[in-house]
């Protein structure tokens, strides 16, 4: 069982950055799709981001492109979403999550929360307008 730490988040006013980070107990990088989701009060669990991590192929989310930016390290078993220009929007509690999946499954269904079977405990966005 893979145990997922996230940190990083905080409060922020709209249009600055944030950086979380989420930390891997074990891991192999072999074949896995990483993902953020968060949920805002009210709302349903909403896929972020996500990378395949053979590849580094990364995906995101419409509201989210060209702001925000998944990357990992492998050297530390860290996942990271590099968050800018965030808006009221974006506020929410964000997860971790990794998913046993082949590289075009991740590309497929990397949005789904019921396709990962390990997730991390949330850190909370908050963003001020």
């Known amino acids: 069982q893979v145990q997922l730490v996230e940190s990083g988040g905080g409060s922020v006013q709209a249009g600055g950055s944030l950086r979380l980070s989420c930390a891997a107990s074990?891991?192999?990088?072999?074949?896995?799709?990483m993902g953020w989701f968060r949920q805002a009060p009210g709302k349903e669990r909403e896929g972020v981001a996500a990378?395949?991590?053979?590849?580094?192929?990364?995906y995101y989310t419409e509201s989210v492109k060209g702001r925000f930016t998944i990357s990992r390290d492998s050297a530390k078993n860290t996942l990271h979403l590099q968050m800018d220009s965030l808006k009221s929007e974006d506020t929410a509690m964000y997860y971790c999550?990794?998913?046993?999946?082949?590289?075009?499954?991740?590309?497929?269904?990397?949005?789904?929360?019921?396709?990962?079977?390990?997730w991390g405990q949330g850190t909370q966005v908050t963003v001020s307008s």
């Open positions: 999550a990794a998913a046993d999946l082949g590289s075009l499954s991740c590309r497929a269904t990397w949005g789904l929360s019921s396709r990962y079977n390990n």
């Open positions: 074990s891991y192999t990088y072999s074949s896995r799709c």
């Open positions: 990378i395949y991590t053979g590849s580094r192929q990364s």
